[in-house]
């Protein structure tokens, strides 16, 4: 089986088995770990990949949280909520100085997905941390899956 065919069928498989696990007893935002999936090839797959997603997600998570709790301590508005949101833009291109957070669209990602789950679906923090880092690994699943499949002398 040639390497694309792998990584497409394992994909398919194991996301069809997150969604079930998601939408089911996991109940959790099925699309955030989908998010934190497609971070992980982005980022390069591999344990490093796989690092650099993770630890590029969660910063973003934690950036949109400040950014919303300063942004109600402020007592609102856009105005406010424009110069947070322009803050913590800030410092997740400048924490790639950092290896583990030199993955910037993963922080975007984040920050992105934790605003999408807590506040347009009412979700949680929690839930959202769980997701991603649930997509990343099962991101490096099925590229461990793809080569266990694929040919030996291909890298996925």
């Known amino acids: 089986m040639d390497a694309l065919l792998a990584l497409a069928l394992s994909i398919g498989i194991l996301i069809a088995g997150?969604?079930?696990?998601?939408l089911g007893?996991?109940?959790?935002?099925?699309?955030a770990g989908i998010i934190a999936w497609g971070s992980f090839f982005a980022a390069g797959g591999k344990t490093t990949g796989l690092a650099k997603t993770i630890a590029a997600n969660l910063s973003g998570v934690l950036w949109a949280f400040l950014a919303l709790l300063l942004w109600h301590r402020f007592g609102g508005g856009?105005?406010?909520l424009s110069l947070l949101v322009g803050i913590a833009a800030f410092i997740m291109v400048m924490q790639?100085?950092?290896?583990?957070?030199?993955?910037?669209?993963?922080?975007?990602?984040g920050a992105a997905t934790a605003v999408g789950v807590v506040v347009g679906a009412n979700g949680t923090y929690t839930s959202t941390v769980i997701a991603l880092v649930a997509g990343a690994l099962f991101g490096y699943l099925s590229?461990?899956?793809a080569a266990a499949l694929g040919p030996k002398s291909a890298t996925v």
């Open 78 to 80: 856009v105005p406010m």
């Open 18 to 22: 997150w969604t079930y696990l998601a």
């Open 143 to 145: 590229e461990m899956l």
């Open 25 to 31: 007893v996991a109940a959790l935002p099925v699309w």
């Open 96 to 109: 790639a100085k950092i290896p583990a957070l030199s993955f910037i669209p993963g922080a975007f990602l």
